[in-house]
């Protein structure tokens, strides 16, 4: 079992910048990658980053290349999300989920455990 815990989400103004941050705790050890998702009102959950624990390789949501940075600490057990020049639809509750096997991390059915997610509102 994994337990993660979100944090960091919030309230900003267009333009402006959050970060959050997922602390991973139990089979810490058998991690192979850790994503952010969000999820809108009446949308599907789309990926946005994810990061290969091994390695450090990161993938990215075309829309969020050049403003978010996904990075971990691999002593702390937590990857977090830099969102910088944030938009009004960049609005959502944001996941992060975590990969004990070998799979796709771009692909949010291949992720093993669940935060509870975070909101994310930017206002115009």
């Known amino acids: 079992q994994v337990q993660l815990v979100e944090s960091g989400g919030g309230l900003v103004q267009v333009g402006g910048s959050l970060r959050l941050s997922c602390a991973a705790s139990?089979?810490?050890?058998?991690?192979?990658?850790m994503g952010w998702f969000r999820q809108a009102p009446g949308k599907e959950r789309e990926f946005v980053a994810a990061i290969a624990w091994s390695g450090g390789r990161r993938y990215y949501l075309d829309s969020a290349k050049g403003r978010f940075t996904i990075s971990r600490d691999n002593a702390k057990n937590t990857v977090y999300l830099q969102m910088n020049s944030l938009k009004p639809e960049d609005t959502a509750v944001y996941f992060c989920?975590?990969?004990?096997?070998?799979?796709?991390?771009?692909?949010?059915?291949?992720?093993?455990?669940w935060g509870q997610g975070t909101q994310v509102t930017v206002s115009s």
């Open positions: 989920a975590a990969a004990l096997r070998i799979v796709v991390l771009t692909r949010p059915h291949e992720y093993d455990y």
């Open positions: 139990g089979r810490t050890s058998s991690l192979y990658g």
